[in-house]
């Protein structure tokens, strides 16, 4: 009896030794991202793409300024509180004068994803519809239309003008 | 000086950290209490008998134990706090049943999210004794089993805080409901008599939800009798002071 008193007391040591862990630290990313590609048409008849890359170009969205160089991707932060995102591309970054861009509109619907007690709440999204210019954009195709936190997917392929 | 820092310093022991010094302390107090009674030993070498014939009278006893770890927490300022009992009583020879009843508050009051919840809960099943009783009477054993657990939860109306880093501040609302949870356990413990009629145990218990999906939408920071509720697979522990009660031609001490 006194080896069961005595191994009942060492499991209870050995349970309370158990490792705190510390679980109001968040280190997961809250910001959702929707990424794209740079593609181009290698066909005057069909619709041929392959991937190609940006030499010296930005992206701008709200307060965020993407330079690209020899990029062939980009990331864009949808934006949370309204259901639509415009950005601005502008193929040359060293164009001072005069610039020539295109503007994209990107709408979407949101929903609220709760990540953890520690890290809160971000938004998933879904892409509803894009607009565009022409000017160095030839089209703007939507390859996967839910942005969410699989950040192996690319959502969307920018094919440039030849 | 000193004495300043040693007062904050014991302000910043955590939770678990105090839930480990108490429970530390409980395990040397009772092992020691284990060899400084030699007593015990010779009386209940004295008491073995022949292999205990148990009648097959089923619930002839009863232990009601109160979970003292919870109860720590019930009165502590912590953002969460439970309370439980558990009823314990033979139903075969070699296996018990047990019912667990308890009620729990919880709230999460951080930068991203505030809102709290209240819970009440029960667990059902049963617990398979270990080995065979050394004299007629002995309750002490050790136990494996399983348990159904079945939740309430209330939750209040959640305020969400988020800074995005491109698009700033802003802010959103999740409106207050009402969910059950249910869920399963495998337990493993160990009960062994203190003094008479007072008994102590302990349960350690791995806990996987059957409705996992219930809680994607925001679950509160703790269910009371399950643990923490944004995880599908939790572990908890159990640490009880039962009192027996039997009937009078009950074989126990």
């Keep these: 009896m006194i080896k069961f008193r005595s191994g009942f007391g060492a499991l209870m040591i050995i349970c309370s030794l158990i490792s705190c862990k510390q679980d109001d630290i968040c280190l997961l990313p809250q910001t959702i991202r929707m990424v794209g590609g740079f593609a181009y048409n290698t066909s005057d008849t069909s619709y041929v793409l392959k991937d190609t890359f940006v030499e010296n170009s930005y992206i701008t969205f709200a307060t965020d300024t993407q330079i690209l160089k020899n990029a062939s991707q980009f990331s864009i932060a949808l934006s949370p509180v309204h259901d639509s995102t415009r950005v601005i591309f502008v193929p040359d970054s060293t164009q001072t004068l005069g610039i020539v861009a295109d503007t994209i509109i990107f709408r979407h619907t949101a929903v ?3 990540i953890s007690i520690a890290c809160g709440f971000n938004k998933f ?29 690319q959502h969307i392929q920018w094919v440039l003008a030849n | 000086m000193l004495i300043r820092n040693i ?19 409980c395990s040397v107090f009772f092992v020691a209490i284990s060899y400084a009674q030699p007593g015990i ?5 004295v008491a073995l008998v022949k292999k205990s014939k148990e009648k097959k009278h089923p619930f002839t006893w009863c232990t009601v134990g109160l979970d003292v770890s ?22 075969q020879p070699n296996v018990w049943a047990a019912l667990e009843l308890g009620a729990g508050k919880s709230k999460v009051d951080n930068a991203y999210m505030q809102f709290s919840s209240t819970q009440q809960f029960m667990r059902i099943g049963i617990d398979k004794v270990l080995f065979n009783a050394e004299f007629i009477g002995d309750l002490d054993n050790a136990t494996i089993g399983v348990r159904y657990g079945l939740a309430r939860v209330s939750r209040s109306a959640a305020q969400l805080n988020v800074v995005d880093p491109v698009w700033g501040a802003y802010t959103d609302k999740i409106a207050a409901t009402n969910f059950g949870a249910h869920w399963l356990e495998l337990t493993g413990g160990f009960k062994m008599q203190f003094v008479k009629r007072i008994f102590i145990g302990w349960h350690v218990r791995m806990k996987t939800f059957l409705n996992p999906k219930t809680f994607a939408v925001l679950p509160p920071n703790y269910v009371a009798g399950y643990g923490k ?16 009660l039997a009937k009078k031609n009950a074989r126990v001490r």
């Design chain 1, 112 to 114: 609220n994803n709760f």
């Design chain 1, 125 to 153: 999204y879904t892409l509803q519809q894009v607009q565009y210019t022409h000017h160095f954009i030839d089209s703007v195709k939507i390859n996967n239309n839910s942005v969410n936190d699989n950040v192996n997917t």
């Design chain 2, 7 to 25: 007062y904050s310093g014991y302000l910043q022991i955590s939770r678990c950290n105090l839930l480990r010094l108490i429970l530390v302390v």
């Design chain 2, 41 to 45: 030993a010779v009386k209940d070498s």
């Design chain 2, 70 to 91: 919870k109860s720590i927490l019930w009165i502590s300022n912590f953002n969460y706090s439970m309370a439980e009992i558990q009823l314990v009583s033979n139903w």
């Design chain 2, 229 to 244: 509720s944004d995880k599908n697979t939790a572990f908890g522990y159990n640490f009880y002071i039962c009192y027996l």
